[in-house]
């Protein structure tokens, strides 16, 4: 079972880049799904999260309105599609599938997902 992200790279302040997340050994389509990032020194803080049927989308406040996950299922796919990106969303990103159901009062949690993935480095240059 193997989550992999990928899309990261250099961006100017003001950018936009589109990060995906593709599962491979075994589906995740009713899986919910969380995207996370780590910056330097820092602890690892979420980003937001999706439902397994795109039903709901939760976003933490330092990037709602400019960031958005969205998913294709048959593709076993998980996309979080950034805009606007300030330096401070310099970080590595990485998914995770959930164990249960992720809803807006536990979605940032990290304890509730079991799957990790490696991480994709963002930077956001000023």
């Known amino acids: 079972v193997q989550l992999q992200a990928s899309g990261g790279g250099l961006v100017q302040t003001g950018g936009s880049l589109r990060l995906s997340c593709v599962a491979s050994?075994?589906?995740?389509?009713?899986?919910?799904m969380g995207w996370f990032r780590q910056a330097p020194g820092k602890e690892r803080e979420s980003v937001g999260a999706?439902?397994?049927?795109?039903?709901?989308?939760y976003y933490s406040d330092s990037v709602k309105d400019r960031f958005t996950i969205s998913r294709d299922n048959a593709k076993n796919t998980v996309y979080l599609q950034m805009n606007s990106l300030k330096p401070e969303d310099t970080a590595v990103y990485s998914c995770?599938?959930?164990?249960?159901?992720?809803?807006?009062?536990?979605?940032?949690?990290?304890?509730?997902?079991?799957?990790w993935g490696q991480g994709t480095q963002v930077t956001v240059s000023s």
């Open positions: 995770a599938a959930a164990r249960g159901s992720i809803n807006y009062t536990n979605y940032k949690a990290q304890s509730n997902y079991d799957y």
């Open positions: 050994g075994r589906t995740f389509s009713r899986n919910d």
């Open positions: 999706i439902r397994w049927n795109s039903r709901f989308t």
